[in-house]
């Protein structure tokens, strides 16, 4: 595959998404969230597809609207649906979970999302059997994965850049991909 066949890709979808847009957004949202719910890899991929397709505020805003919503589906099949399983598996990182919770409040889902001291699968499933109501873990994630969204985002805005590689090693090729 070369850069002029992505290329010709990333043009055909800009021309769909141009006609369709929101369309092509809720099928970008529902294909991201089902991602992230079903705990496959492909986020980052996925924003920095947002990035490139719809820029950078509407990417980030899309893209961590569906990554929170799949943390959230993953939480809630947590609490409902595999809590005995997930229970016996990571015991003691629940205790941990539920102490600082108890401790720190909402700040410490906060920090753990800001800071990704426990990977983002584990702390899903963690949360959905903490006390923690659905609400609060929805909105406090969807604010602490913003900023790191944001950066995979602002990033897929530059993947056009990618066909000018070869020209990196040109001190000014370089120079010019900072600017």
């Not at 595959?1 to 890709?9: D, H, L």
């Not at 799949?70 to 015991?91: C, D, F, K, N, Y």
């Not at 909402?106 to 702390?123: G, K, Q």
Request: glycine share 10%.
């Amino acid at each position: 595959m070369n850069f002029e066949f992505m290329q010709g890709i990333q043009d055909a979808f800009l021309a769909y998404f141009a006609a369709y847009p929101v369309l092509v957004g809720l099928g970008y949202f529902v294909v991201f969230a089902l991602v992230t719910a079903l705990c496959l890899p492909g986020a980052a991929a996925l924003m920095l597809l947002g990035g490139a397709s719809f820029g950078l505020a509407w990417g980030s805003v899309l893209a961590t609207l569906a990554s929170t919503t799949g943390a959230s589906l993953t939480m809630l099949a947590a609490r409902h649906l595999m809590r005995e399983r997930v229970e016996t598996r990571w015991a003691s990182r629940l205790l941990t979970l539920n102490q600082g919770l108890q401790r720190h409040g909402l700040l410490y889902l906060l920090s753990l999302r800001l800071l990704p001291l426990v990977p983002f699968v584990p702390l899903n499933l963690a949360s959905g059997l903490t006390r923690l109501p659905f609400w609060r873990f929805f909105w406090v994630s969807a604010l602490g994965m913003l900023p790191g969204t944001a950066l995979y985002v602002y990033a897929g805005t530059h993947v056009h850049r990618l066909a000018e590689l070869p020209d990196w090693w040109a001190a000014s090729g370089l120079a010019g991909f900072f600017k």
